[in-house]
């Protein structure tokens, strides 16, 4: 039940705050800190703006919505939904521009309890770190998640995935 309530606040955010523009479609593969494989199937919108733009690149963006799956030892799989501010510096180039991004937001999961872990509760803060390149419409790079409630409830064993993303625009 939570999960569904957080995906609907996060959908009528979306209809507030993301301009009237196609998303674009993300999937990732990889792993958890606890190498437990992990999938990613994501949306996202860019943001309408760029900030100081030169002949070096420019600061942008991206809001992303996303849902993964974590593929766990014998019934404990667990599922999670995202929404995230995500901030990118894309570097000048011609035809392939390397770019670098960072962004927190929030999570919900299914389950408290993963793996060894324990997160204390489905609530939970995602903070990603990131690198790639964009290239005719399409953009492949790596992320780094890290899942925490940051201590607002106890334990607080949080999580990390480390996939390889591709993302196509329309």
């Known amino acids: 039940m939570q999960l569904r309530s957080l995906a609907v606040i996060a959908a009528l955010s979306l209809g507030v705050v993301v301009p009237a523009s196609a998303a674009d479609v993300t999937f990732a593969v990889g792993q958890s800190g606890e190498s437990t494989m992990v999938y ?3 949306a996202q919108f ?9 002949d070096v690149g420019r600061l942008t963006g991206y809001w ?12 404990s799989s667990n599922h999670s ?9 894309e570097f000048a180039g011609e035809a392939v ?3 670098i991004e960072a962004g927190i ?7 408290t309890e993963f793996e060894d872990q324990d997160l204390g ?3 939970q803060f995602e903070d990603r770190i990131g690198l790639g390149l964009r290239f005719s419409g399409q ?5 780094a998640i890290h899942y925490s409630n940051a201590g607002l409830q106890t334990p607080n064993d949080g999580l990390e995935s480390y996939t390889l993303h591709y993302r196509l625009s329309f």
């Open 139 to 143: 953009e492949v790079g790596v992320r």
């Open 81 to 89: 939904i995202s929404f995230t501010p995500v901030f990118v510096y």
């Open 121 to 123: 509760s489905s609530f």
């Open 46 to 54: 860019d943001f309408a703006s760029s900030w100081w733009q030169s």
């Open 64 to 75: 992303d919505v996303g849902y993964t799956y974590w593929d766990g030892d014998e019934g």
């Open 105 to 111: 937001g929030v999570a919900a999961f299914a389950n």
């Open 40 to 42: 990613r199937l994501g």
């Open 97 to 99: 521009r390397p770019y």
